[in-house]
């Protein structure tokens, strides 16, 4: 059965090229989502799959080696219609699903399972979803943490967009000092003697009525030789007036760091919870005010707390708190494990997020984005690892009266 478009199909879609994901390289950071959601829900198949107009494409895939495919047979264009789990337990029940070739087959489909990936303006652009051979369901922990990772996926779309959006807008803004500077050079340099010139031959005009023959040629042949010059500040000028104009990349205002991190370690303990991993939040419930987009620091924070659980050996401990240093700071603590096993974490975050990370798609392409953001932040980040105290990360944030002034202008 062929699945309806969603009501919203034609925004839905303006969001799913937004992301600027589609037919890109694949990426270490879903596949490592996809690994990890096969494993927590016990299935041989987990994809990351897009739906587009007119078929559904795979940015990451377990257990599968699948291209392109039509929507019509996409079971993901059935899970995008709502924003909750689908769960099918036995796809030959099911009448949406029953005569899909990827049932009748041999070993077909027979159980699936999707989350859709909700973006934050509320598209879901396409799904998370689980396969396997044999009728079966999920538990709670296993629902829990699918809708989790899926999550997980959109803030990793959502963030890679957001930083190529601060990028652009930082290229917009030295634009901007240099278009003045030229402007400067432009006025107080070849172009000042013409323009007085050209003020003195129009006051006069305008002062006696009467052209004066000498002023004007003077005024002519000094203008004549700079009329590429005054083309350049016109243009100058234009662009000056058309910067700014476009939506800013985030949305700043002053939020509680506390209650963020509070947010971001809830969305991350379903997760953890499968690995057999402690959450531990050691917030001191102090309010923190700082000048944040919310939204996409969020997104950032449970970010670096899912690598943190990602890299921790099961059965470990991440440790989550606020507090204040050289002004609000979330401190991340990923804890050795008394038998000696120690946490995978520190050299991802070192070469991810700390030596110089850059826009080229690599092993933790996720941390250099988180990174950006940060920076767009006026954050510091401090990394240590130490042997028996494990791997501690530092975010620190400038207080929010010293920055205010600072975000708006």
Not at 130 to 145: C, H, I, K, T
Request: hydrophobic share 45%.
């Amino acid at each position: 059965m062929q699945a309806p478009l969603p009501a919203n199909e034609a925004d839905r879609l303006a969001a799913l090229y937004g992301l600027g994901v589609l037919d890109s390289a694949p990426e270490k950071d879903f596949d490592d989502i996809v690994a990890l959601t096969a494993s927590v829900c016990d299935v041989p198949m987990a994809l990351v799959c897009l739906v587009d107009a007119d078929r559904q494409w795979f940015k990451a895939q377990v257990g599968a080696e699948l291209a392109d495919m039509s929507r019509d047979l996409s079971f993901c264009a059935h899970a995008i219609l709502g924003h909750d789990l689908l769960i099918v337990p036995d796809t030959r029940k099911d009448p949406r699903f029953a005569d899909n070739p990827a049932v009748r087959a041999g070993d077909g489909i027979r159980f699936f399972a999707a989350a859709p990936l909700i973006t934050t303006e509320g598209f879901a652009v396409g799904a998370l979803c689980v396969f396997d051979a044999e009728p079966r369901g999920l538990d709670d922990d296993q629902r829990a943490a699918l809708l989790a990772l899926a999550r997980q996926v959109t803030g990793q779309l959502e963030l890679r967009r957001y930083a190529i959006a601060l990028a652009s807008t930082t290229a917009r803004l030295q634009e901007l000092e240099r278009r003045k500077d030229d402007i400067a050079n432009l006025v107080c340099g070849p172009l000042r003697a013409p323009m007085r010139l050209m003020g003195e031959h129009l006051a006069e005009l305008g002062r006696t009525g009467r052209h004066d023959p000498e002023l004007a040629d003077l005024v002519a042949r000094a203008t004549s030789a700079h009329v590429r010059g005054f083309t350049d500040l016109l243009e100058h000028l234009t662009t000056l007036a058309q910067v700014g104009t476009e939506n800013e990349s985030l949305h700043m205002r002053q939020i509680d760091l506390t209650q963020l991190t509070r947010r971001a370690v809830e969305a991350v303990r379903p997760i953890a919870a499968t690995k057999h991993i402690g959450m531990l939040d050691q917030s001191d419930g102090v309010n923190l005010p700082i000048v944040a987009d919310p939204v996409r620091l969020e997104q950032v924070l449970t970010h670096l707390l899912f690598a943190a659980v990602k890299y921790t050996p099961p059965g470990g401990r991440v440790r989550v708190g606020t507090e204040v240093e050289s002004g609000p700071t979330v401190r991340m603590d990923d804890m050795d494990l008394p038998d000696g096993m120690r946490p995978d974490l520190f050299p991802h975050l070192f070469y991810g997020a700390i030596a110089n990370p850059t826009d080229l798609p690599g092993p933790d392409h996720g941390l250099a984005v988180a990174k950006r953001i940060l920076d767009a932040h006026h954050a510091t980040v401090a990394l240590s690892d130490r042997p028996g105290d494990g791997t501690s990360l530092h975010v620190v944030f400038p207080f929010a009266e010293r920055e205010a002034d600072l975000f708006v202008a």
